[in-house]
């Protein structure tokens, strides 16, 4: 069933992004949020996709066609969530941590249904 498969997925791509998320806005790191949820961001967007690709959907080859498709739908969701990121942080002083595990809910269940109506569904018949 690719609704559990995406799960795992998710769940693992998700934490990719949280802990390096974190990791990397931590004092410590010290990248600002919007630096530390880009650079999280692309590290969980290659877990995710080869994930989906390969495990989830399990379709075969393409990536010319799955591809862009992932990317279009991922980096929507990823000017939202920097828009997001900005907006609590800087504005209204909500906490990085809080702000990052709000977009760590929210993503999974938008990527599910815009993968799954669109990205990996073949126009071949």
Partial sequence: MATGRFIVVGLIATGVYFGSTVALGSSRVGLS??????IGFVISILVSYFGHHFYTFRVSGRHDFYFPRFLFVTLTLFGLSTVAT????????????????????????????????????????
């Fill in 33 to 38: 949020p919007v630096t530390a949820n880009t």
């Fill in 86 to 125: 900005k907006v609590l942080t800087e504005t209204f002083g909500v906490s990085h941590v809080l702000v990052t595990a709000g977009i760590a809910l929210a993503y999974p269940p938008s990527s599910y249904l815009l993968n799954f109506l669109w990205t990996f569904k073949s126009t071949e018949g």
